[in-house]
């Protein structure tokens, strides 16, 4: 049995997000203008970069590193969940985080295939 290319975007996220990411990066990724977000962009870049083909790890390295910003989370959860408050919104703000990730590699998927 063989793995579809979403398949192994999936695993190499989930390593590169999940298994590779330290604390520092944790801490300090948000900020372009330290190293943190760069070395885990580039994590990304390689792991997707195997599952994906070259192009595929440079494209959603690079989307990955602004997506962790958090701007664009912190913009969905005050325009469109309305909830920046409440107790449980760290939690929504992680799903929804990964949700973007998943849906920019699913994005490239059915653009360039894998």
Do not use: Y
């Not at 943190?36 to 994906?52: R, S």
């Amino acid at each position: 049995m063989t793995l579809t290319p979403f398949e192994r975007a999936l695993v190499a996220h989930l390593v590169a997000d999940w298994l590779l990411q330290t604390n520092w990066m944790v801490v300090n990724k948000t900020n372009l203008r330290h190293p943190a977000g760069w070395v885990h962009a580039g994590i990304h870049g390689v792991c997707l970069g195997v599952a994906l083909g070259w192009l595929g790890g440079v494209v959603l390295g690079a989307v990955h590193l602004l997506l962790d910003t958090r701007r664009p989370v912190e913009w969905w959860m005050r325009v469109v969940k309305k909830d920046e408050e409440s107790a449980e919104a760290r939690v929504i703000a992680l799903v929804v985080d990964q949700v973007i990730h998943l849906t920019t590699i699913a994005a490239w998927v059915v653009m360039v295939g894998g």
